[in-house]
């Protein structure tokens, strides 16, 4: 039998380079198809082209003379191809007598080959031979796969070359993962462009490619696809537009309309690497991590993200602070996802029934846009904020349990002196919340100078727990602190999930457990 080379890993994954004739075939199939073609589609293309190529090659080798089988008989002059010396062709000079032990009497023959060289094999040789066929077989590999089974074996390292290839030619364009060629791009010129950004200015939002195309009077008789490709490309490489889609949809806005806080995420939200070994928490701080929705803690910690529609977080105080809300493992399944850095979502007042411009930061995991609402209805740190998705997964309804408007003791953050201390004062609070992560600010201003002179002094997570610590305890009769109160403590001044400041707790002797999530501060125990 003969097994092809693109039968084989070896040829796809170290042989296969793109040649000339690849890139024409490709130019070649997109001017024909007159569509945008993705990379792998070209790519099973190319692969099927490869397989095709190579059975012509071996027809065609196949045609000149006799396939070598040791049973055979050949007489001088005879025309043989060897399949197992890659098709080579030689002619048969001289035969003599031969013998095995294992096969009998046999002949042996002489090829020449076209570079002169002769070389010897046997011929009229009795039973069983790897090299011979049964009456009837065929000389190509029986089990051979399909392109589409060696795209999926090969694909992803094929795909790599020909990408490669396609940016190297200028009259390839491709937008995300569609291909085209230059030349059928329809023109959208400056002109159109202007127009492009007046059009989503007015409308004040967001706006989807097909929204933006109709205004700009494209040629009818060139395919839709054809004209969404072209704009998509020419609002690309636009730097007056941003591509916030999701989903697979690709969505306009402005770039200058777009708030800073989203292209330019708040320092107070950016997690802080703190090594830590989780096997050091102790069973009782794991079981109370799980309750903080902290989009720094992951799936190791929450358990597997899932799709869900509905589902209520605790508002911890960096996302108060920034107006935000965190895309944890929970609440990340209620949202809509984008390879794209950041994309709009509507957020519905569940109060007031107001809409409300959103923005979905996914590679810094949080929701903006809800500063305002914080403050129209005063929430503090540690309000549960009930999350629902509508018909619409763009848009999202927030809201709260509001309750009669009573004073309640809360933990105020003070500035005092260059340090943070904590009080418990009477506030006016009027929705559900969870007392342990509640913390009020009396001088925001006081209290982000305080957490840029320990950001600039990068201290460490023991570090501040062990100054704050014992001003959390004098607040307690019994002197003690909750864990999650510890946790919402340390992130006034570092910003950092709960696993290392539990991972704190169980280790530094100075931090005594005094049972149901309570700890005490003893500096005779410091380490």
Not at 56 to 83: F, N
Not at 462 to 478: G, Y
Request: net charge negative; glycine share 6%.
């Amino acid at each position: 039998m003969i097994q092809r080379r693109t039968q084989t890993a070896s040829y796809w994954e170290d042989q296969f380079e793109v040649t000339r004739k690849d890139i024409q075939y490709l130019y070649d199939l997109l001017l024909e198809a007159g569509r945008p073609m993705t990379a792998s589609v070209l790519t099973e293309a190319i692969i099927a082209r490869r397989v095709r190529e190579e059975e012509q090659q071996i027809r065609a080798e196949l045609s000149k003379g006799s396939v070598y089988q040791p049973q055979d008989t050949y007489q001088i002059g005879d025309v043989v191809i060897l399949p197992m010396l890659d098709y080579a062709v030689g002619t048969v000079s001289g035969t003599r007598p031969g013998r095995n032990p294992d096969y009998g009497e046999f002949t042996v023959i002489q090829l020449e080959f076209q570079d002169g060289e002769v070389r010897e094999f046997a011929s009229q040789l009795q039973g069983d031979h790897a090299l011979n066929r049964s009456e009837g077989e065929g000389v190509l590999e029986a089990g051979e796969l399909p392109p589409a089974a060696l795209y999926e074996l090969y694909g992803t390292v094929v795909e790599e070359e020909i990408l490669i290839a396609l940016e190297d030619h200028a009259e390839f364009v491709a937008f995300g993962d569609e291909w085209l060629l230059q030349d059928m791009l329809v023109s959208v010129d400056a002109g159109r462009r202007n127009i492009a950004e007046a059009v989503i200015e007015v409308q004040g939002m967001p706006l989807p490619t097909a929204d933006i195309m109709a205004t700009l009077d494209l040629p009818a008789e060139v395919s839709e696809q054809i004209r969404l490709l072209s704009v998509n490309r020419a609002l690309e490489v636009d730097p007056r537009f941003d591509n916030v889609g999701d989903q697979g949809r690709d969505i306009w806005y402005l770039r200058r309309l777009i708030p800073q806080e989203v292209v330019e995420p708040p320092e107070r939200l950016r997690i802080e690497h703190v090594p830590y070994n989780r096997a050091h928490i102790a069973e009782e701080l794991r079981l109370i991590e799980r309750e903080i929705d902290d989009e720094g803690s992951g799936e190791e910690v929450m358990g597997p993200s899932r799709p869900l529609y509905r589902t209520t977080i605790a508002l911890i105080y960096p996302h108060w602070h920034a107006g935000t809300l965190p895309l944890t493992v929970r609440t990340r399944g209620l949202f809509p996802q984008s390879a794209n850095h950041h994309s709009p979502v509507v957020l519905i007042d569940g109060q007031s029934g107001e809409r409300m411009q959103g923005w979905l930061v996914h590679g810094e995991s949080f929701v903006y846009g809800l500063g305002p609402w914080y403050e129209r209805y005063q929430l503090p740190v540690g309000t549960y904020i009930k999350l629902e998705r509508t018909r619409d997964p763009r848009v999202i309804t927030v809201d709260f349990e509001s309750r009669r408007l009573k004073p309640l003791w809360s933990k105020v953050a003070v500035a005092d002196a260059g340090k943070l201390t904590f009080q418990i004062r009477k506030l006016p609070i009027s929705c559900d919340y969870d007392d342990l992560l509640t913390i009020s600010v009396d001088n925001p201003r006081a209290i982000e100078r305080l957490w840029e002179m320990s950001h600039s002094r990068d201290e460490s997570v023991v570090d501040i727990m062990a100054r704050l610590m014992p001003e959390l305890v004098k607040l307690s009769p019994q002197a003690t602190v909750h864990a999650k109160a510890i946790y919402s403590a340390v992130n006034v001044l570092k910003r950092v999930p709960p696993g290392p400041v539990f991972a704190a707790l169980s280790t530094e002797p100075a931090f005594v457990s005094m049972g149901g999530g309570y700890w005490t501060y003893d500096e005779t125990l410091r380490s």
